[in-house]
């Protein structure tokens, strides 16, 4: 599985960002995707996930700001992130896997990583 994100950017706090991530090659019928986020000097932590079967599940940091969801014939999810804040500055990474309950874990490995897009809200 290959995974192409984009839609990274600068954007002044309280704006808005959607960032897209594309899955190619062999993909799974069940699976799970979303976003690892990665600041500065900071510890990589989960940001949002959507399953398969259209669960979805989001660190507290974001809850109410950001919304995933996917287009399965695509092969594509989407992180939609409103009302920015400068806190949410980091590279965004995508991440895929086909066992859907990895969602759920702490600290769960995710098989397919695709490179970071830059994040950065200004103040």
């Known amino acids: 599985v290959q995974l192409q994100a984009s839609g990274g950017g600068l954007v002044q706090a309280g704006g808005s960002l959607r960032l897209s991530c594309v899955a190619s090659?062999?993909?799974?019928?069940?699976?799970?995707m979303g976003w690892f986020r990665q600041a500065p000097g900071k510890e990589r932590e989960k940001v949002a996930f959507?399953?398969?079967?259209?669960?979805?599940y989001y660190a507290d940091s974001v809850k109410g700001r950001f919304t995933t969801s996917r287009n399965n014939a695509n092969k594509t999810v989407y992180l939609q992130m409103n009302n920015l804040k400068p806190e949410d500055t980091a590279a965004y990474y995508c991440?895929?896997?086909?066992?859907?309950?990895?969602?759920?874990?702490?600290?769960?490995?995710?098989?397919?990583w695709g490179q970071g897009t830059l994040v950065t809200v200004s103040s």
């Open positions: 991440v895929y896997d086909n066992n859907p309950l990895k969602a759920t874990m702490t600290r769960a490995k995710y098989d397919y």
């Open positions: 090659g062999r993909t799974f019928a069940r699976y799970v």
């Open positions: 959507i399953t398969s079967g259209g669960s979805t």
